[in-house]
């Protein structure tokens, strides 16, 4: 069985370009989660999606940020305008049933993004 | 915001001892999880917990959602060089977000 597949592994932008990160969840998970992770932290929570629909975007900046999953494809987080301080790593989690319903999340291997 | 506090930062052990750490709360919740990160990979899930008391066992790591709710512990028995890596807890509240806790750094020296 596939796990969460995240894809690129690692992302080099300069600053001012915009950077598109993917994320396939496993098979029969129609919830996704982005977090992100600066070195020596814990995960932050970013965004919950439900295919089509943003349930939670509570952790996510207003601006420059975005999350979508659309019905065919996988999620995309993008953020526009990147600046220095957007480096970090991009986790992306499934569940097969929403938060609350006794399904953990599972993790992808991550977005490493790098802005020079 | 809720906040999970994780202790110890990190540990440096040799291997075949057992391990403690463990992750207290300001608020309660009802869902414990446990996840262990290796380098340059995503947080791989170990133990969860649903249930105020509960001890559970994964092999060599056994877990327990506190009594309160506010706290979880992890222990690890006979450590072994695989074990290597961050640890972090991670709580949730009904449908709301999960929380993770800083994470605990082990080391473990042959």
């Known amino acids: 069985n596939a796990g969460v597949m995240q894809n690129p592994r690692h992302l080099v932008r300069r600053r001012g370009q915009e950077a598109r990160l993917r994320c396939s969840p496993m098979?029969?998970?129609?919830?996704v989660y982005w977090y992100r992770q600066l070195p020596e932290e814990g995960l932050k929570f970013m965004v919950y999606?439900?295919?089509?629909?943003?349930?939670?975007e509570s952790g996510m900046p207003k601006e420059r940020f975005s999350a979508e999953f659309p019905k065919e494809g996988p999620s995309i987080l993008r953020i526009q305008q990147v600046v220095r301080g957007d480096s970090a790593a991009y986790f992306c989690a499934s569940s097969k049933r929403g938060p609350g319903r006794r399904q953990p999340q599972h993790f992808g291997d991550g977005t490493r993004l790098s802005i020079l | 915001g809720q906040q999970l506090n994780q202790s110890p930062q990190s540990m440096f052990i040799q291997e075949g001892e057992d391990v403690s750490m463990n992750c207290t709360s300001s608020s309660i919740f009802n869902t414990w999880l446990w996840y262990k990160q290796d380098p340059g990979e995503g947080p791989v899930l170990l133990i969860a917990l649903y249930k105020a008391g509960e001890l559970t066992s994964n092999g060599r790591l056994t877990a327990q959602f506190g009594i309160t709710r506010k706290d979880s512990f992890l222990n690890i028995s006979a450590s072994i060089p695989s074990d290597v890596g961050i640890y972090f807890c991670a709580g949730q509240k009904g449908a709301q977000k999960l929380v993770f806790g800083q994470g605990t750094r082990l080391t473990i020296n042959p």
């Open positions: 999606l439900q295919k089509e629909n943003i349930i939670d």
């Open positions: 098979k029969g998970h129609s919830h």
